[in-house]
């Protein structure tokens, strides 16, 4: 069975950094798409960034040049460092990995609030 559990959410000031990981267990983590999702209150879940088996990068607009998403796949884990962080950032980050086209098993999210 697939699980996949976020870590390293905190309360940080505008302006500063902040990585986040994803550890990965049940699957051959390799050779599976990984993506970061976000969700602020009232809102709905966005896509944050993600990265291919093969180490391609995506992100959405507001976090490029902002955030960067890597992987080590001898850990099975996932990582987001994100730099310059500014309030609208503040929201629930959840890890999630692709099957067939679906982003089909997610974490349990971590909490990052930025804030002065």
């Known amino acids: 069975q697939v699980q996949l559990m976020e870590s390293g959410g905190s309360l940080v000031q505008p302006g500063g950094s902040l990585r986040i990981s994803c550890a990965a267990s049940g699957t051959i983590f390799s050779r599976n798409n990984v993506g970061w999702f976000r969700q602020a209150p009232g809102k709905q879940r966005e896509f944050v960034a993600s990265i291919s088996s093969g180490g391609t990068t995506v992100y959405t607009n507001s976090v490029k040049g902002r955030f960067t998403v890597s992987r080590d796949n001898s850990r099975g884990a996932m990582y987001l460092q994100m730099n310059s962080l500014k309030p609208e950032d503040t929201a629930v980050y959840y890890c999630?990995?692709?099957?067939?086209?679906?982003?089909?098993?997610w974490g349990q999210g971590t909490q990052v609030t930025v804030s002065s």
């Open positions: 999630s990995l692709e099957e067939r086209y679906v982003w089909r098993y």
